[in-house]
């Protein structure tokens, strides 16, 4: 059974920082493109960072320079390091791994950015 669990999610001030993890099982993590995505209240979920398999990295507009994602093929675990964190990027942010016309996505973390 293929799963992905986030976590990492929580409330955080702006301008800081938080790392979102996800675990993935039940796929083959190496060979998979994984991403991070999210959806804020009363807008469509949309892209954020995703991986390919060779480690070749693609980010939305909004966040380039202060999201960074990474994976940890050993541990089966993509991660976003997401600084300067600005009240728009709250959302629940939602992993996605895709392998061929595999297209699964986890449960989501919630990040909440206020002071």
């Known amino acids: 059974q293929v799963q992905l669990v986030e976590s990492g999610g929580g409330l955080v001030q702006p301008g800081g920082s938080v790392r979102l993890s996800c675990a993935a099982s039940?796929?083959?993590?190496?060979?998979?493109?994984m991403g991070w995505y999210r959806q804020a209240p009363g807008k469509q979920r949309e892209m954020v960072a995703s991986?390919?398999?060779?480690?070749?990295?693609n980010y939305a507009d909004s966040v380039k320079g202060r999201f960074t994602i990474s994976r940890d093929n050993a541990k089966n675990t993509v991660y976003l390091q997401m600084n300067s964190l600005k009240p728009e990027d709250a959302a629940v942010y939602y992993c996605?791994?895709?392998?061929?016309?595999?297209?699964?996505w986890g449960r989501g973390t919630q990040v909440t950015v206020s002071s």
């Open positions: 996605n791994a895709k392998i061929q016309l595999i297209n699964v």
């Open positions: 991986i390919s398999s060779d480690g070749t990295t």
């Open positions: 039940g796929i083959a993590f190496s060979i998979a493109t």
